[in-house]
């Protein structure tokens, strides 16, 4: 079977190819590519190529891009006819850290990964119970599960301690202070929707950022009297760029306690230092983001680690429960992880919006591989009305559905485009 995908062949070498899938082995399933979101960490695959910790062989095995997708089981090979079924919808939990490597769908395989029409699971996905079913009517949501996964693992991951006791308790503190800094991006507005309406939630959330126009966004999407009523969590967003102390005035929030839990989502050794000044006492910082130079410090506050029993932590992806976790969330109406998107496009446009994609701005960018399309921000849609009616109606869609993403838009732009 043909495929088109966008295959990486170095540093920097994103390229758009047709090319024949080999047959499937029995232990070995086939499926079809409805959508795939780009995540951050395919960027920074993208531009080092092999010096990815991820990556192998691209110059005889350019490697398929793409970790968060979803889409159609097409072939079940016979090792598997028991479990899966041709025609079933499914995503991926890409970490499946298979016998101590690092090897995963969407940076190591030549014919697995998310920007590609069609692609070869490996039998390590289903050997290490990788290959999740779904049952959502939305594909974009079950892309979306691995992104969410990553900030629900954080939250697991967070841990508090007590005087004289050598045990950890995990997770975070609840009715705590909860910071998330730099945190008006895709990923921190999924961190914002997960503890607004998971189980283990904080009394207080913070959500600073520089950027008034992320910040203003993310308040209309999460207006701080309606979180309050409906759920007893005092939220705010705060633009901390034009602050004589930050640190101070964000732990006044707190009445001088400060926070229980700090996650910051900037490699900016400014935003790792203000995560560590804000932290209270037994404070948690997850240092979430990842930083491309290896020799990334930033300070934090070792008096405090002393004495105040501070400490510091780092996540990154997330496991298969924290995506089934994501998917029964979403299928329970509980969170809406279409906040995190602010464009959609077709295969074509999936390398350029790849190797840009910090220049980029907005949040994430969801490619559908069935179909060509440029990128395009939603709020962008009405403009190009004049030029393809097509994007009248779809933005007629999204504002319908307060300017965000919906299945219903997924199921315009599949049928219109395909």
């Known amino acids: 079977m043909k495929t088109r995908a966008v295959r990486l062949h170095g540093a920097n070498d994103l390229r758009l190819e ?57 072939e079940v090979g016979a090792k598997w006819a028991d479990e899966y079924q041709p025609g079933m919808r499914f995503t991926i939990q890409p970490a499946i850290n298979w016998q101590g490597t690092m090897w995963s769908p969407g940076y190591s395989y030549e014919f697995c990964g998310g920007d590609a029409t069609y692609c070869i699971l490996p039998a390590e996905v289903m050997y ?44 975070i503190k609840e009715g705590g202070n909860l910071a998330i800094t730099a945190g008006a991006g895709p990923m921190g507005l999924g961190a914002l929707t997960y503890a607004l309406h998971c189980d283990r939630r904080p009394g207080l959330v913070m959500v600073n950022d520089i950027d008034q126009e992320r910040l203003d966004r993310a308040a209309q999407l999460f207006d701080p009297a309606t979180v309050k009523d409906e759920t007893g969590i005092d939220l705010h967003f705060v633009n901390t760029a034009g602050m004589a102390d930050p640190a101070a005035e964000l732990i006044a929030l ?110 994430k960018k969801l490619i559908y591989p069935p179909i060509d399309m440029p990128l395009v921000a939603l709020d962008d849609l009405r403009s190009k009305a004049g030029e393809d009616p097509r994007y009248g109606e779809l933005a007629d869609i999204v504002d319908a559905n307060r300017g965000l993403w919906c299945a219903e838009a997924e199921q315009y732009l599949l049928s219109h485009w395909g």
């Open 18 to 74: 047709e090319f024949e899938l080999p047959a499937i082995k029995d232990d070995e399933i086939l499926v079809r590519i409805v959508s795939d979101s780009i995540c951050m960490s395919t960027y920074k695959c993208a531009t080092l190529g092999e010096d990815h910790k991820r990556t192998r062989d691209l110059a005889n095995h350019p490697a398929i891009m793409g970790h968060e997708f979803a889409g159609d089981i097409v």
């Open 128 to 171: 290490a119970g990788c290959l999740l079913k779904y049952h959502g009517e939305a594909y974009y949501e079950a892309s979306l599960a691995e992104p969410m996964s990553c900030s629900i693992g954080a939250f697991h991951a967070a841990y508090h301690t007590q005087m004289g006791v050598y045990e950890h308790f995990m997770g």
């Open 254 to 363: 707190t009445n001088g306690h400060g926070y229980d839990d700090v996650l910051c989502y900037a490699p900016v050794a400014a935003v790792v230092k203000l995560s560590s000044d804000i932290l209270g006492r037994d404070g948690c910082l997850n240092f979430f983001a990842g930083p491309t130079d290896t020799e990334f410090t930033a300070p934090i506050n070792f008096y405090d680690v002393h004495y105040n029993s501070t400490h510091v932590m780092g996540t990154t992806g997330g496991n298969t429960a924290d995506m089934e976790e994501s998917l029964d969330l979403c299928a329970q109406g509980r969170i809406d992880p279409a906040v995190m998107v602010t464009h959609v496009g077709g295969l074509d446009a999936a390398a350029e919006a790849t190797l840009n994609l910090p220049k980029i701005p907005g949040g």
